[in-house]
Nanobody, 123 residues
Framework: VQLQACGGGLVQTGGFLKLSCAASGGTFETYGMGWFRQAPGKERDFVSAVSWSGGILDYVDSVKGRFTISRDNAKNTVYLQMNSLKPEDTAVYYC?????????????????WGQGTLVTVSS
């Protein structure tokens, strides 16, 4: 299985971006998917995750009401719509795949990772 994330970039405070993560190989519709982020000098943190059926596990409190995770099993792709972006959202965003129908907030329980896409929010 390979994951290819894209959609990052430079945006001003209050702007929006939509990240995409396309999976190849395996049976995407049976996997839980997650988004994590790593800010400079910090650990990789959970952002959101979605089960095989589209059921959303949760969002980290700091993005609730601003970010939306979704998936399209026909396109083998998971998305992260990010609105009302803030400078503190600046990070490298990683998508992750778990060979289990359920999603999880624990990074160690994911089996495959994308290469990361950089999101920079200017103030």
């Amino acid at each position: 299985v390979q994951l290819q994330a894209c959609g990052g970039g430079l945006v001003q405070t209050g702007g929006f971006l939509k990240l995409s993560c396309a999976a190849s190989g395996g049976t995407f519709e049976t996997y839980g998917m997650g988004w994590f982020r790593q800010a400079p000098g910090k650990e990789r943190d959970f952002v959101s995750a979605v089960s095989w059926s589209g059921g959303i596990l949760d969002y980290v409190d700091s993005v609730k009401g601003r970010f939306t995770i979704s998936r399209d099993n026909a396109k083998n792709t998971v998305y992260l719509q990010m609105n009302s972006l803030k400078p503190e959202d600046t990070a490298v965003y990683y998508c992750a795949l778990r060979q289990d129908r359920r999603a999880t907030m624990t990074s160690g329980e994911y089996d495959y990772w994308g290469q990361g896409t950089l999101v920079t929010v200017s103030s």
